[in-house]
Nanobody, 118 residues
Framework: QVQLVESGGGLVQPGGSLRLSCAASVTIFSISTMGWYRQAPGKERELVAILRNLTTIGKTVFADGVKGRFTISRDNAKNTAYLQMNSLKPEDTAVYFC?????????WGEGTLVTVSS
């Protein structure tokens, strides 16, 4: 079992920045894929950004709509992954979920709400 706890969501104005954190209950070096999805009201959950092959070489994948604005990183010592979101837009408003694929099982956090509004 892996527990994922997100933090860092909130209200931000368009053009602003937020950094989301995802703390894992296991060493993230042992997690093969870790990242972020989001779900806006009335829409399906969608990929935002993920890090693949954490145990070997990191490979980052971003959704087209966030490329150049969002970055994903990890701190192995803290077992925490981060999503840095810059130049936020109203359409980025959603609940953001941390995701981990560990030993053949998908794990999800409970989500953190990001609202981009003036």
């Amino acid at each position: 079992q892996v527990q994922l706890v997100e933090s860092g969501g909130g209200l931000v104005q368009p053009g602003g920045s937020l950094r989301l954190s995802c703390a894992a209950s296991v060493t993230i070096f042992s997690i093969s894929t870790m990242g972020w999805y989001r779900q806006a009201p009335g829409k399906e959950r969608e990929l935002v950004a993920i890090l693949r092959n954490l145990t070997t070489i990191g490979k980052t994948v971003f959704a087209d709509g966030v490329k150049g604005r969002f970055t994903i990183s990890r701190d192995n010592a803290k077992n925490t992954a981060y999503l840095q979101m810059n130049s936020l837009k109203p359409e980025d408003t959603a609940v953001y979920f941390c995701y981990a694929y560990y030993r053949g099982i998908n794990f999800w956090g409970e989500g953190t709400l990001v609202t981009v509004s003036s």
